[in-house]
């Protein structure tokens, strides 16, 4: 009679590329959510933006003698580019500078992956004016001082995607569970 090593032998390669296979499709079906939450606030962002406007129309100036001249205003940005408009109505889309701005980047780490989106290319004076524009300012010097409201893009387009999360989640486990990602 053959003597037993006292312990069973079980195969559990085949588990464990099956479990593998799951996880390569789970890391690419998260970067894919990844990407799309991120286009979906930029999306809503940019909606945001051409859409929310100062309440002022059309910009310009009242003169001392009375009467109202409109300006053609420009963002500030240097080079200039675009064409300039005579009202913010109904969005603060003046040049493109500030919607065109608005972009994606995705940020992986071992413990936490994030979709992020804002205004990621534009330069530190234009974050300043864009911050300005989000938040509300008061505007004065030469003209009499007038209350800017925000338009709150950022914030509003986060929340729009913190609320869609959940559904869009799912949406990517139903991929998983059907065999999409293979």
């Known amino acids: 009679m053959a003597r037993t090593p006292g312990f069973a032998r079980i195969d559990v390669t085949g588990a464990i590329n099956a479990i593998k296979a799951v996880e390569s499709m789970a890391d690419k079906a998260t970067e894919d959510m990844q990407i ?25 100036y009242n003169k001392q003698a009375g ?14 580019r675009g064409s300039p408009r ?3 109505s109904p969005g603060r889309v003046n040049t493109g500078n500030m919607r065109d701005s608005v972009a994606v980047r995705i940020e992986s780490g071992v413990a936490k992956r994030f979709a992020s989106f804002g205004w990621i290319r534009a330069s530190g004076e234009d974050r300043e004016y ?3 524009q989000e938040y509300g300012f008061n505007a004065g010097g030469f ?3 007038q209350n800017i409201p925000g338009m709150f893009a950022l914030r509003d387009a986060r929340a729009y995607v913190k609320n869609i999360l959940p559904r869009v989640a799912k949406k990517y486990q139903k991929r998983i569970e059907g065999g999409y990602y293979k």
């Open 36 to 60: 799309e939450l991120a286009n979906i606030g930029v999306d809503k962002m940019k909606e945001f933006i051409e859409t929310r406007g100062t309440g002022r129309n059309p910009w310009g």
């Open 130 to 132: 864009f911050q300005a």
């Open 143 to 145: 003209r009499a001082p």
């Open 67 to 80: 009467g109202f001249v409109a300006t053609p205003m420009r963002a500030k940005e240097s080079p200039r």
């Open 86 to 88: 005579s009202g913010s």
